[in-house]
């Protein structure tokens, strides 16, 4: 479940982006990384739930969209806070592919340890 773990510091970190580079002032900015942040925990957090432990899947639709805002959203050069948008989104594309159970050993060392004891 480390995955989830470090999506979640990434929303955190998503959540503080504007005050650290310096685009509060930018209300859509403000509050777009306000509400993906949210979401993004969520989704990360709901993945924990055995019910919806694929939920996390979802935030690779949100990590498309995070790059593909911080590259058109504005001509070139983007300012720094859609540069952060474009690492976050390709950063959470990696993360969001690792299983919750990744940890663990596979299932096969499993059972031979299981029936071993």
Excluded: C
Aim: glycine letters at 6%; proline letters at 6%.
């Amino acid at each position: 479940m480390w995955g989830r773990i470090v999506e979640l510091m990434t929303a955190v970190w998503l959540l503080f982006s504007p005050f650290i580079f310096d685009a509060q002032d930018n209300a859509a900015i403000l509050w777009g990384d306000t509400g993906v942040a949210l979401l993004i925990a969520l989704l990360s957090g709901l993945s924990f739930w055995s019910r919806l432990q694929y939920a996390h899947f979802a935030i690779l639709l949100i990590a498309v969209a995070l790059v593909l805002v911080g590259r058109f959203a504005t001509p070139p050069p983007a300012i720094a806070a859609q540069q952060n948008h474009i690492f976050v989104g390709f950063f959470l594309m990696m993360i969001a592919i690792i299983p919750n159970n990744a940890s663990q050993p596979p299932a096969g060392w499993q059972k031979r340890i299981s029936i071993a004891d």
